[in-house]
């Protein structure tokens, strides 16, 4: 399978660059479906988190990442499906819609779900404000959550970078957060929603450290881009 190939083979060469270290690997269930929840700082944490966990974990991925042509475009399309991740369409509706089907179905098959809870890589570091996603597959599925901290990958990816810098990174694995399973779609409203959205962030800002910044990290980068086209 590509994405061991990448862990154990590929991955030498990954850990040589980004001397991954991690803690807290207790906290990742042995077996049965979990949600792994973590923050976002370079493209290089979808590589980070394969290589700290015991298992293999699937993620979503922009669609874009694998529409690419030429060699670029089919390596990106390998490098992507070799860690893990699966395309999902970000137009909104039904497309992103069928995305979720398919993280719920990971989930039901026993397996792991990553997922970047703010969205998108912060524009500076600080952790942004949680999306619900995370939080609404748990309760559809009854599968614990496992915040997780991403620390160093920002300082060897910045953005624009392709080939990471060398240096040291580290994944911790807090402990999980459980909920129940509903058994209807009323059951999820908006503040259940939030409440267990916020305690993630609350256990990744307490590991890593980072800010907490309560608004969304694509309204700020969408402003930061208005200013510079207004500079």
């Not at 980004?18 to 792994?36: C, F, L, R, T, Y």
């Not at 992507?80 to 995305?99: C, L, M, N, Q």
């Not at 058994?183 to 993630?200: G, P």
Request: positive net charge.
């Amino acid at each position: 399978m590509l994405y061991w190939f990448f862990v154990k083979g590929l991955g030498f060469i990954a850990r040589m660059r980004i001397h991954p270290s991690v803690k807290g690997v207790e906290n990742i269930p042995k077996k049965g479906g979990a949600i792994i929840a973590a923050n976002h700082l370079a493209v290089i944490d979808d590589a980070l988190l394969p290589l700290t966990c015991p298992r293999m974990i699937h993620f979503m991925g922009k669609a874009e990442y694998f529409e690419g042509k030429g060699l670029k475009g089919r390596f990106k399309k390998w490098w992507f499906t070799s860690v893990g991740v699966f395309p999902v369409d970000r137009s909104g509706g039904a497309r992103s819609e069928s995305a979720l089907k398919h993280a719920r179905a990971i989930l039901e098959k026993g397996q792991l779900f990553g997922i970047h809870v703010e969205g998108t890589r912060s524009p500076d570091g600080r952790l942004y404000k949680g999306h619900t996603g995370a939080a609404r597959l748990a309760l559809e599925t009854g599968c614990p959550i496992i915040p997780v901290a991403i620390i160093g990958t920002r300082q060897l990816q910045p953005k624009g970078t392709v080939i990471p810098l060398s240096g040291k990174t580290q994944a911790i694995y807090g402990e999980p957060i459980h909920v129940e399973r509903v058994t209807s779609d009323e059951e999820i409203t908006r503040e259940r929603l939030r409440e267990i959205t916020d305690a993630i962030t609350r256990s990744i800002a307490s590991m890593s450290g980072q800010e907490y910044v309560d608004e969304y990290a694509q309204t700020v980068k969408q402003r930061m881009n208005e200013e510079k086209k207004c500079n």
